[in-house]
T-cell receptor, first 116, second 112 residues
């Protein structure tokens, strides 16, 4: 069965610093992987996704993630943090066993805080 | 505009009462999902449906029920059997094998 582990429930960085949010996955088949962002009292919004094409995936708002099969990782990065990046971030993995839909498993989330 | 609409946004109920949360989508997606979100626990899957008149239990289905009579609608009932119903509930829809989900704004249920 698929699973996702996010290391660090809370990450704090200074404005302009590098953002690194860690995600490791477990999957018996080549996975589809996702990063979502959630602002307070709102639903989730897709940041980026990996679907077995390029291993370096670029998303919205300057975020990117690299799929590393040997490390079973899909860490999210952004070169320079902005105050508007403060939110909760979720890594997710898709069970690709269905023809028309996928069972998506989410990590426990990482809250990102930005210091002025 | 296309999207997912959840209602109500906030809901207060007394212990022992059943509550139904609405979820409607106009994205023409086949699959729909209900997740529960608690602080520090991420999102946990309650039920999902791949097609009309069919649905499957997720990881925490006990105390919940759903129906899928129309492609656009996937209501969730939180029954009195759910021991700790106070939570933030998120509905989502998706299409195809890429698994990308589109979320509603959520419904916050507080049981007094």
């Amino acid at each position: 069965a698929q699973s996702v582990t996010q290391l660090g429930s809370h990450v704090s960085v200074s404005e302009g610093a590098l953002v690194l949010l860690r995600c490791n996955y477990s999957s018996s088949v080549p996975p589809y992987l996702f990063w979502y962002v959630q602002y307070p009292n709102q639903g989730l919004q897709l940041l980026l996704k990996y679907t077995s094409a390029a291993t370096l995936v670029k998303g919205i708002n300057g975020f990117e993630a690299e799929f590393k099969k040997s490390e079973t990782s899909f860490h999210l990065t952004k070169p320079s943090a902005h105050m508007s990046d403060a939110a909760e971030y979720f890594c997710a993995v898709s069970d690709k066993g269905y023809s028309s839909a996928s069972k998506i498993i989410f990590g426990s989330g990482t809250r990102l805080s930005i210091r002025p | 505009d296309g999207g997912i609409t959840q209602s109500p946004k906030y809901l207060f109920r007394k212990e022992g009462q059943n509550v139904t949360l609405s979820c409607e989508q106009n994205l023409n997606h086949d699959a729909m999902y209900w997740y529960r979100q608690d602080p520090g626990q991420g999102l946990r899957l309650i039920y999902y449906s791949q097609i009309v008149n069919d649905f499957q239990k997720g990881d925490i289905a006990e105390g919940y029920s759903v129906s899928r009579e129309k492609k656009e609608s996937f209501p969730l009932t939180v029954t009195s059997a759910q021991k700790n119903p106070t939570a933030f509930y998120l509905c989502a829809s998706g299409q195809g094998r890429t698994g990308e989900l589109f979320f509603g704004e959520g419904s916050r249920l507080t049981v007094l």
